[in-house]
DNA sequence: TAAAATTTTTGAACACTGTTTAAAATTTTA
DNA sequence: TAAAATTTTAAACAGTGTTCAAAAATTTTA
C-alpha cells in the first residue's frame, strides 16, 4: 500500500535528520560534548524522541560510520587521476593523512572508537563493507605495484596491513597530540605537519628501497 | 618540624592510596567504567575527599602516567641482554607489542587518551619525562644501527618517529577491533597475533632490505 | 462524521557522571 | 581545655544515556 510507503518515507525523513543534526554536532564540537539532548534540540524534539528512530547513541554513530567512509573514498577519487602504481599509492598516502587531520572527529569515528565497531558486531549485520572497500582499494594499489615488480618478497596482504598501520599510527599520534609531545618541535602547527611529512617521506623512502 | 613531615607523609600515603584504587580499578574494568564514586567507595572515603589530594580526574590519569611508563621501561629491560643493535630493535618492537596487549588500559592511557596529555600542557610542568626517556632509548637503538651500517640515508629521528608510528598503529589497531573486522580472521584470537605478527614480520623485512 | 485503533511524541523518572561548597568532624596549636 | 587549623563529608548542581507509561496526534474503521 502506497499509504505505508509515505509513512515509512517520512519516518526516514525524520530520521535522516536526527543523522544530520548529530553529524553537524559532531563535527562542530566534537563527540565527547555532544549528548542526545543536544541533538533532540537540534531538531526540536523531546530526547526520548530519537529512540524510536535509533536504538541508541552507538547506532546513530555507526550510522555517521557509512557517511565517514563515503567521504573517505571521495577523498580517494584524486588517485585515478594517478596512473602509476607507486604514484598512486604514495597520493593514497597524502589522502588519507589530508582525510585525518581535516576530518578529526569523523576519522576516530572510523578507526579509534571502539562502540560503534562494537555495535556492528552486536546487531547482527557484518556492515563494514565501505570500510573494507577502503582497504581493498589499498590492497589493489599494493598489488598492482607488485606487478611492476615494487615489493618483491613481501605478502599483499601483510604490506597493506602493514601500511595501513603506519599511516594510521602517524595520523592517530599526530591528532592526539603525542606526537607534538615527544618531538621538539611543540609550539607551531606547520613543524608538526613538517615532521609528520618526513616521517612518511622516510616511509616511502623504505618501500621504494625494496625494489630488487 | 618532624609533625608536619610525618602529616606529609600520612597525606601522601591517602595520596598513593587513592592512586592504588584507581589503578586496580582501571585495570580491573577499564577507564570508561571507573569514576570518582568507585574509587572513593573502595578507599572507604567520600568522593569529595579525592579532590583533597588530585585536582580531578585527569590529574590521576596523570599520576597512573607515570607509573605506566616506568611499566614500559621495565619491559624493555630484557633489550639489554641482546648486544647486536638490531636484534635489540626487532626485540624492542616485539616488546613494545607485548606490553601494549597484556596492558591495553594502561597503553590507551599513555598513547591514546588526550586528556592526561592536555593536563600535563595545563599543569605547567612539561613532565613527560618517562616518555621521552622511551623515545630516546628508541632513538639511541637506530643510532646504533646505523653506527653498524644499517639504515644508510635515514635519519635517525625521522625513522624513530615512523617506527614509533608502525608500532602504534598495529597496536591500536589490534587492540581496537579494526584489525579484526578488516581481516578475514574474525573469529579466533590466536589468529589476530599471528596476523599481527605478520605485519610486524614484514616492517622488519623492510628495514633490513635497506641494507647498502 | 464519530468512534476506535494505532502510531508518534513526550514528561518524568532512574541511575549514573564529575565537581563544588559550606558545614561538620577531627587534629593541632597555644 | 579553648581556639585555630586542617581534614572530611553531605548535599547540591548541572549534566549524561536510557526507559516507560501516559498524552497527543494521526490513521483506520464503522
Known amino acids: 500500500m502506497g499509504v505505508t510507503e509515505r509513512k515509512e518515507r517520512h519516518k526516514e525523513g525524520l530520521k535522516k535528520e536526527i543523522l544530520a543534526a548529530a553529524k553537524s554536532l559532531f563535527t562542530e564540537r566534537g563527540f565527547e560534548a555532544t549528548s542526545i539532548r543536544n541533538i533532540a534540540e537540534k531538531i526540536e524534539y523531546s530526547p526520548a524522541a530519537i529512540y524510536s528512530y535509533y ?56 578507526f579509534v572508537m571502539e562502540e560503534p565497531l562494537a555495535h556492528v558486531a552486536a546487531c547482527g549485520g557484518e556492515n563494514w563493507d565501505e570500510g573494507d572497500r577502503a582497504f581493498d582499494i589499498l590492497l589493489q594499489t599494493v598489488e598492482a605495484c607488485q606487478q611492476q615488480g ?30 607534538g609531545h615527544v618531538a621538539a618541535a611543540k609550539d607551531s602547527q606547520t613543524d608538526l605537519d613538517q615532521l609528520m611529512n618526513l616521517a612518511y617521506e622516510t616511509f616511502i623512502y623504505l618501500l621504494e628501497s625494496l625494489d630488487p
Chains 1, 2 share one sequence.
Not at 560510520?65 to 598512486?88: A, D, I, M, T
Not at 596482504?157 to 594510521?168: A, E
Open 55 to 110: 536504538k541508541d547513541k552507538n547506532d546513530i554513530m555507526y550510522s555517521l560510520h557509512q557517511e565517514g567512509f563515503k567521504l573517505l573514498l571521495n577523498h580517494f577519487q584524486v588517485l585515478n587521476n594517478v596512473s602509476h602504481p607507486f604514484e598512486r599509492l604514495k597520493a593514497m598516502g597524502r589522502a588519507y593523512i589530508q582525510f585525518a587531520i581535516h576530518n578529526q572527529d569523523i576519522y576516530k569515528l572510523l
Open 150 to 179: 615494487y615489493f618483491k618478497g613481501c605478502d599483499s596482504k601483510n604490506l597493506s596491513l602493514l601500511i595501513w598501520s603506519t599511516m594510521h599510527g602517524l595520523c592517530t599520534l599526530r591528532t592526539s597530540g603525542h606526537l
